[in-house]
């Protein structure tokens, strides 16, 4: 059913769940449904459902879903699934999936997938994947870019 606020524990949040706001907690899977907010504490694998906005804490696997912002904390890695927008935060590997928009933050290594906009942020290593543009909006730095990846376009 549907739940307005988890603090502290761990739980499995079931497919066609609703969390209002999960706040230093460890979730071990979330499979399905919604969450509003991950502010802090720990989810292990995110393989499906929404998470609108994750600013804190800590994410270790983002394999399937939706997540729509990233705006802090730290993503271990993105290894399937779709996210929208990365705008703060640290995401250290992007090895799968697909990102819509990064535009600050820190990503250490794009090793595979797909990222369809780098405009602002930094990128340590682009080491795979396919990156579809690079602009300058929010003067982005890449550090290194092996021969490996795909850059279709590279405006900045």
Do not use: W
Request: charged share 15%; glycine share 20%.
């Amino acid at each position: 059913g549907d739940v307005e606020l988890l603090v502290g524990g761990q739980f499995i949040i079931a497919p066609g769940a609703k969390i209002e706001k999960a706040d230093c907690m460890v979730i071990n899977v979330l499979c399905g449904g919604t969450v509003n907010d991950i502010c802090g504490g720990t989810v292990n694998d995110i393989r499906g459902g929404t998470v609108n906005d994750i600013r804190g804490g800590t994410v270790n696997d983002i394999s399937g879903g939706t997540v729509n912002y990233i705006r802090g904390g730290t993503v271990n890695d993105i290894s399937g699934g779709t996210v929208n927008d990365i705008s703060g935060g640290t995401v250290n590997y992007i090895s799968g999936g697909t990102v819509n928009d990064i535009r600050g933050g820190t990503v250490n290594d794009i090793s595979g997938g797909t990222v369809n906009y780098i405009r602002g942020g930094t990128v340590n290593y682009i080491s795979g994947g396919t990156v579809n543009d690079i602009r300058g909006d929010y003067n982005p730095t890449i550090k290194n870019i092996s021969k490996n990846a795909t850059i279709v376009k590279d405006n900045r």
